[in-house]
């Protein structure tokens, strides 16, 4: 949900926003003040950690919302700052609950990957292996035919055992 301003007057809202609005009867002028307030506290703030937050580009706030349903809601609310000559600001408010499923969604991804990584690594090294043992069983064979008394069937043997192995490689 995206909030934009200019003097502190509501210029634009999007859908989401006008949704938060109307389902928790929200004063969007408080939540100006909220966010102006964190804005405010990183800009005055003369910490050593506080130089880092200097240079981020918003300030976040968690807000929690009650409504008639069961459970609460979870925001993170994030006051931007877009043009400061004109004094255009966005308030911006993130289902932090969307956000972990979105980050569990991410995790699981990723562990997919490496799992299917490590999985196809798994194939490739049986895959190698096992042409190898046939590669070798096959020579060998080879090597005993060679040593067969009768040479025509013993050529033979060579020949379709060469052949095997050329087309195993």
Not at 123 to 135: E, M, N, P, T, Y
Not at 153 to 163: S, V
């Amino acid at each position: 949900a995206i909030f934009l301003f200019k003097n502190d007057d509501l210029l634009v809202s999007n859908e989401p926003a006008q949704r938060l609005v109307t389902m928790f009867n929200l004063d969007v002028n408080y939540l100006l003040q909220i966010g102006k307030n964190a804005w405010s506290q990183l800009e005055n703030d003369d910490c050593a950690s506080c130089l880092i937050k200097k240079r981020l580009k918003g300030a976040a706030v968690p807000i929690t919302f009650h409504s008639n349903a069961t459970h609460p809601f979870h925001f993170s609310m994030v006051y931007r700052p877009l043009d400061d000559k004109e004094n255009v600001f966005a308030l911006t408010l993130e289902n932090r609950e969307q956000q972990q499923r979105l980050s569990q969604v991410e995790e699981q991804r990723i562990l997919n990957q490496y799992v299917n990584e490590a999985h196809e690594k798994e194939r490739q090294k049986i895959s190698q292996d096992l042409h190898d043992s046939v590669a070798q069983n096959l020579r060998y064979v080879s090597l005993l035919a060679e040593n067969i008394s009768d040479t025509d069937t013993a050529a033979k043997i060579i020949e379709t055992q060469n052949q095997n192995i050329e087309n195993i490689r």
